[in-house]
């Protein structure tokens, strides 16, 4: 029988950052497997009966191995067990979260991501800054067109198409996989994978209002 994985995004560290999700995933729990970072009164909203594991790694410290981590979901998912991998931050983000996905792909148990505040937006909002702004006519095209580097476009179904135009010519491959994402997390929610040469006619032929 096997269980479920849900990595669960703790925050940077303040517990009223949590999502509700987050939240719900913690308290029916049956195992938690958490990072330092994630730990202290976060851990408060996890169920009491839960097998709460620490598998942080700091540096300088003693720490688990990442292929001890990996095994230890696949091993209490394998159970069939709720288990929530309690990550801080973002689980996305500089979280090595693609490594577990691995393991548990390899031994085809299902998982869900839930998403969470990562430092980077935490750190802009207490600093009182903005994390993004309209593209200015100074965009160093060049190092956006980076084929190993991921860039995000906000609110761009309109604008893309001469964006891709100048990056093509900035030397980023046609070819370039790229995702749309409409109402992300909405019952509307679409995911679709196209390249960034193909990208501008896919989304002039969107019909759809879908942020």
Known sequence: MSGFVSFVSSG????????????????????VLFDDLSAGPILTHANPEADLVGVGKRAGRPSPKQDHVSQLLVDYAKSGLKVVRLKSGDSGVFGRLEEEIAALRGANIPFEIVPGVTAASAAAAAANIPLTRRLPDSLNMAALADPDATTVVYMGKRTFAALAEKLIEAGLPPETHALVALGVSTPQQELSCHTVGELPQVLRQMQTTAP
């Not at 517990?15 to 195992?31: I, M, Q, S, Y």
């Open 12 to 31: 940077p560290g303040d517990p009223e950052l949590l999502t509700v999700k987050a939240v719900k995933r913690l308290e029916t729990a049956d195992a």
